[in-house]
Structure formats: structure tokens, C-alpha cells
């Protein structure tokens, strides 16, 4: 189900709805190989594949699913940073995930985009359960993910799953 979004902004950070016109600044800031150290994927390819994601994702999910891809670009100022993803399921909880460039990490950008995004999907679509993954050896997510409040809840491989409102 595709969905218009608002620009959602706090003093340090703005989000808005990821387009194909972000595709170029999205693959500056996501393009370095230390990012994906922990991510099932690699760094994109060319500015044409991000462009060719983003258009995927705004189509939304598959017909036959209940889910909401919600897809935002993160910027600081300005300049693209990264983006956060949430998957609301069944319309009662919601997956996260928040990728940003390393030239942010260890500024409080990643625990605000988080909060805005979460705080979005509350207000927006009552969603109060939340479910996050993360590697073993990501720390700093693991450290991220307590500062918003979420306890491990289970762990399989080398995923660890947190909850948070369950």
C-alpha cells in the first residue's frame, strides 16, 4: 500500500518520504563498505540501483500481504545522511531499521531518527509493538536499541531480536 508522507522534523534531523530523486545522495552516503559489516547486503552498486530500490519500495508490499513499507531519507541540514525503513505488520506492530553513514555514527543522529520515525508510526498508525534485529557483533545498535527502550528477546544465529510495548 503506497503512502503520502509528511516531512516529520526535530531540531537535528528531518525526515521525508524516500524518492528516486534521492537516489544519488543516498548512494554518497551509504556507499562506504564498513556500513554493511553487520547488514545482509552490500553497499549499492551504482546510483541507477538505489534509484531502481527506492522505486520498488514505493509501490509498497506485495498485493497479497497486509504489511506497510513506510521508507524515509534521513537528513542532517540539508544533506541525506541515510534512511530509516519500518514495516507495519498486520497493522498491529512494526519492524525498524535505520542505516546512516558512518560520517553520523556516534552523534545522536541514528537514536533521533529512530525516535521520529517510531513516534511517527504511533501517531500516524497506532503502532505500540515494535520488533528489531540487529548482529551479535553490533554494538553500537545494541546500545541504540536499549537507549529506545527495547530488551532482547530472543536470539538465533548471529541475529538477536528485540522487542519493545509486547
Known amino acids: 500500500m503506497k503512502q503520502k508522507m509528511t516531512p ?5 534531523v528531518t525526515l521525508v518520504q524516500q524518492h528516486p530523486d534521492h537516489a544519488e545522495d543516498l548512494y554518497s552516503a551509504l556507499n562506504d563498505p564498513s556500513i554493511y ?6 553497499p549499492p ?16 508490499a506485495p498485493e497479497d500481504s497486509s504489511d506497510v513499507w513506510l521508507n524515509w531519507s534521513v537528513l542532517m541540514g540539508k544533506t541525506i545522511v541515510g534512511y530509516t525503513h519500518a514495516t507495519i505488520q498486520d497493522g498491529l506492530s512494526a519492524s ?35 520488533i528489531v534485529d540487529t548482529d551479535v557483533g ?16 530472543s536470539r538465533h544465529g548471529s541475529d538477536i531480536f528485540y522487542v519493545r510495548g509486547f
Not at 538505489?50 to 509498497?60: D, E, L, N, T
Not at 553490533?138 to 528477546?153: V, Y
Open 138 to 153: 553490533n554494538i553500537a545498535s545494541q546500545k541504540l536499541l536499549n537507549r529506545l527502550g527495547f530488551i532482547e528477546d
Open 37 to 42: 559489516t553487520f547488514l545482509d547486503h552490500s
Open 45 to 60: 552498486k551504482s546510483v541507477r540501483a538505489v534509484q531502481q530500490s527506492i522505486a520498488r519500495q514505493m509501490i509498497g
Open 96 to 130: 525498524l531499521a535505520c542505516v546512516l553513514s558512518p560520517d553520523v555514527w556516534g552523534t545522536g543522529i541514528a537514536l533521533r531518527a529512530a525516535q521520529l520515525t517510531m513516534s511517527e508510526l504511533t501517531n500516524q498508525h497506532g503502532i505500540s509493538k515494535w
Open 8 to 12: 516529520i522534523a526535530s531540531n537535528e
